[in-house]
């Protein structure tokens, strides 16, 4: 049943407090351990014996025990006399599921209840903070140039190419009175040398292409004239067959022509 005042015997809450690392707290989170001090004080007329059946322990407010602490501590084998105060020293464990949870105390007689007054109080049990996975670095895709970066590296059109350089401190001007601009030298500025080599690679290509052009033009050119030579030996053709029709025909007038006029005496 709820709290009670039994004859000769009552309790007197004095302190409830929860602690973490020697700091008091009022929530934890789920699954930790962590420490409560309780303070009470007899209030009665008779001592707290486990003798009568008496213990120490948690409560609903319906005064019932309550066993989501996990508690260790709290004996009192000696009992605790009247008129006195009592400190219980526990070690708790927080239930796995967050939500609000009450943090009661009591002295309870076997089969008769928790006795008046108790110690109350709330607590909050939260759920660990939900840590981002981290992100790996990217990895670096491979050189498709399949080289040590000093290497030299195919174009497309199939000749080298030089790999352009890091680039290099610009130079220091004269100080014996000529002016600070400074001509590239082919023989020594690699960064010349790496613009000369992409501009040649890139001549190269364009002149291949320009090639393949050129051959692909002629190419058409010679096809239209062998095309049309065909069509002019099959004209020739066709003319000299219908010539020689032609002539056939006057030689065979010109026999009928004969033959008539001797028939006819002219």
């Not at 990217?138 to 399949?146: A, T």
């Not at 195919?154 to 000529?178: D, I, M, V």
């Not at 010679?222 to 053709?237: D, E, Q, S």
């Amino acid at each position: 049943g709820s709290s009670k005042a039994y004859e000769g015997h009552h309790s007197k809450c004095i302190s409830n407090q929860a602690f973490q690392n020697g700091t008091s707290i009022s929530s934890v989170q789920t699954g930790q351990t962590f420490q409560a001090t309780v303070k009470m004080y007899n209030d009665g007329t008779s001592i707290w014996s486990p003798n009568f059946g008496m213990y120490f322990g948690p409560y609903n407010n319906n005064g019932t025990a309550y066993t989501d602490w996990h508690v260790t501590g709290g004996g009192f084998s000696n009992g605790i006399p009247p008129q006195t105060e009592h400190t219980f020293n526990l070690t708790l464990t927080a239930p796995s599921t967050a939500g609000t949870y009450q943090f009661n105390w009591g002295i309870f007689i076997v089969y008769q209840g928790v006795l008046q007054i108790p110690c109350s109080g709330i607590l909050n049990v939260t759920a660990p903070p939900t840590t981002p996975p981290s992100n790996p670095p990217p990895s670096n895709p491979p050189s498709s140039g399949g080289g040590s970066s000093g290497g030299s590296k195919p174009s497309s059109s199939g000749g080298t190419k030089t790999p352009t350089p890091s680039a290099q401190p610009a130079a220091t001007p004269s100080l014996q009175g000529s002016d600070n601009s400074s001509t590239p030298n082919p023989s020594t500025d690699t960064s010349f040398n790496a613009t000369v080599g992409d501009q040649t690679g890139s001549d190269n290509q364009a002149g291949t292409t320009q090639t393949t052009t050129k051959h692909t033009s002629v190419g058409k050119v010679i096809l239209i004239i062998f095309l049309t030579l065909i069509g002019l030996a099959g004209a020739g053709v066709v003319g000299l067959v219908m010539y020689k029709r032609l002539q056939a025909r006057r030689q065979q007038k010109s026999r009928y022509d004969d033959y008539w006029h001797k028939m006819n005496g002219i």
